[in-house]
T-cell receptor
Framework: SQTIHQWPATLVQPVGSPLSLECTVE??????LYWYRQAAGRGLQLLFY??????ISSEVPQNLSASRPQDRQFILSSKKLLLSDSGFYLC??????????FGPGTRLLVL | QKEVEQDPGPLSVPEGAIVSLNCTYS??????FMWYRQYSRKGPELLMY????GNKEDGRFTAQVDKSSKYISLFIRDSQPSDSATYLC???????????FGSGTRLSIRP
């Protein structure tokens, strides 16, 4: 069966510091990978998605970036965090024509 | 106007009641409809997935799609305290297209 891992679970970072969140998927090959952000009381905002190694599509222009160095690894990064980057970050995977399955999430608080 | 509208709640019902959760949407091109359940501080988990109009039943859960009214529902029978969570609707044009999420309805089942 497929498993998706995200770490860390919680992160508190000062404004202006860098960010690196990692996501890995087990039990499947060549999945579609996604990064979503969920602000308090709001819906899921798609940030990035990837259909293959090195292929990243950005949905929202911002100070975040994503990379996919390996087939089942997806990384979300920032060089300088803003207060507005606080939120619940969710990685998800899907088959090429399937529904997304979400990881446990990383709660990020920027102070 | 948002593409997908969902009443944020909170909705509080007694244990054993039938719960009705709803979403409306504006784009008639949506064909695939999903319901996710999200417990506090966890990632969403896929509950139901339906294509086009009609009903789909899975245990105590029934998903209903009315494309003519652009309205989808999730019914929970014999509700349990463990059903207390936020329920997100989601929809997409095709199996390979971007998925649009509702903002979620917070449900509380009183013992």
């Amino acid at each position: 069966s497929q498993t998706i891992h995200q770490w860390p679970a919680t992160l508190v970072q000062p404004v202006g510091s860098p960010l690196s969140l990692e996501c890995t998927v087990e039990g499947t090959s060549n999945p579609n990978l996604y990064w979503y952000r969920q602000a308090a009381g709001r819906g899921l905002q798609l940030l990035f998605y990837s259909v293959g190694i090195g292929q990243i599509s950005s949905e929202v222009p911002q100070n975040l970036s994503a990379s996919r160095p390996q087939d089942r690894q997806f990384i979300l990064s920032s060089k300088k965090l803003l207060l507005s980057d606080s939120g619940f970050y969710l990685c998800a995977w899907s088959l090429p024509t399937g529904t997304p399955y979400f990881g446990p999430g990383t709660r990020l608080l920027v102070l | 106007q948002k593409e997908v509208e969902q009443d944020p709640g909170p909705l509080s019902v007694p244990e054993g009641a039938i719960v009705s959760l709803n979403c409306t949407y504006s784009n008639s091109a949506f064909q695939y409809f999903m319901w996710y359940r999200q417990y506090s501080r966890k990632g969403p988990e896929l509950l139901m997935y339906t294509y086009s109009s009609g009903n789909k039943e899975d245990g105590r859960f029934t998903a209903q799609v009315d494309k003519s009214s652009k309205y989808i529902s999730l019914f929970i029978r014999d509700s349990q305290p463990s059903d207390s969570a936020t329920y997100l609707c989601a929809m997409t044009y095709s199996s390979a297209s971007k998925i649009i999420f509702g903002s979620g309805t917070r449900l509380s089942i009183r013992p």
